[in-house]
């Protein structure tokens, strides 16, 4: 009996935003010529993305004298610093990671006592005592659960997560695992006018997820995974902590990288996972252009990115949260099972895959 994903809860802060009024708000924020306000429009309208979530109210206000986060003004000054950012995360990260834990652990009808480790996956924020002491006091977990924090690996940390998950409960089979991903992307939103930022601006959203991974034979049974670093897109995609937030370097390169490699380990993915013959496919929907070209270097239907793409629509691109959303409509669709290959990408370029097998 393999370790298995058994349940998966999730959570998004406040009511969904409509992409386009994002737009409106990037477009002031940058406060760009009309020519530019139109190029702006185009990508937001390309992007894939319908609405997305934000645990700042700002995105979805029309006038600036009525933000609460950001300067009432046109120039956004003073802009808002690290500091300031991570007070938001420290405030609001428990309580949207809590919701998504009570969520999993009620479908599992597991009670929160019995769980033995808790691991907590974000990117984007840190604070000691950590949000997991805080998820242990929310929640009712033990004092004395053995804890882990994975922090700033990226949109693929939940794949990191799952591994040692899966490693724990082989470690020891009555192990309960609780895999918690928490993301708040937006507090990192940055006004300087440039090809990272814009890319950066229109594509990530807030949310949060855990996973249960217990021993048990339904669900999703961990079967394998796969790590590789494609090196030649090592300048292309980076996280890393400024004076104003963080700041990410995204190239519109990655997603033609993401292909090239993937064409490259074609047969090594099958000699390791019989990828032939696995009928489904879980992408990180970390855009539109990621999820067509990874689909296209494998060869695969349009049919596969189904349940990445309404991620995507819905929710915008939620960092590592993302691929535990995509699992999660997996999970419940009743028209898939046997195998499923997860694929994760962040900076290094990283490239993470994980074999499940649907029950």
Not at 185 to 191: D, G, P, S
Not at 347 to 356: A, D, F, I, N, R
Request: aromatic content about 10%; overall charge negative; charged content about 20%.
């Amino acid at each position: 009996m393999n370790s298995s994903i058994v349940s998966i809860g999730l959570s998004n802060p406040g009511s969904p935003i409509p992409q386009e009024e994002i737009s409106r708000f990037m477009q002031k924020a940058h406060q760009v010529s009309p020519e530019e306000a139109r190029k702006l429009d185009f990508l937001y309208r390309k992007s894939g993305i319908d609405f997305r979530y934000s645990v700042l109210e700002d995105f979805e206000k029309k006038e600036f004298k009525d933000f609460t986060f950001f300067p009432n003004n046109a120039a956004l000054l003073p802009f808002p610093g690290t500091r300031a950012r991570m007070e938001v995360f420290e405030n609001q990260a428990p309580i949207l990671a809590a919701h998504a834990a009570k969520n999993a652990l009620e479908q599992a009808g597991v009670e929160s006592s019995a769980i033995s480790h808790l691991i907590l996956v974000s990117c984007t924020g840190m604070v000691a005592p950590g949000v997991e002491l805080d998820l242990i006091r929310r929640l009712g977990i033990p004092s004395a659960v053995e804890r882990y924090a994975i922090h700033f690996m990226g949109c693929y940390a939940a794949f990191t997560g799952i591994r040692l998950a899966d490693q724990l409960v082989k470690a020891n089979p009555k192990a309960r695992v609780l895999v918690v991903s928490v993301e708040l992307c937006t507090l990192h939103f940055q006004k300087e006018f440039t090809e990272d930022n814009l890319l950066a601006n229109s594509l990530f959203g807030d949310g949060a997820a855990a996973a249960l991974v217990t021993k048990s034979d339904q669900g999703l049974q961990i079967k394998n995974y796969f790590s590789e670093v494609l090196w030649e897109g090592e300048k292309d995609m980076a996280w890393k902590i400024g004076d104003f937030g963080f700041e990410m370097r995204l190239s519109q390169y990655i997603p033609s990288l993401l292909n090239q490699g993937i064409r490259r380990l074609r047969d090594l993915f099958e000699e390791k996972f019989n990828f032939s013959q696995v009928q489904h496919v879980a992408i990180h929907p970390g855009g539109k252009q990621i999820l067509l070209q990874v689909q296209e270097a494998f060869g695969l239907p349009a049919e596969v990115n189904r349940h990445a793409l309404e991620v995507l629509r819905t929710c915008g691109n939620m960092s590592s949260v993302s691929i535990l959303f995509v699992l999660e409509r997996m999970l419940q669709d009743s028209t898939i099972y046997g195998d499923i290959l997860a694929l994760g990408f962040g900076p290094g370029l990283t490239l993470e895959t994980t074999h499940y097998e649907k029950r």
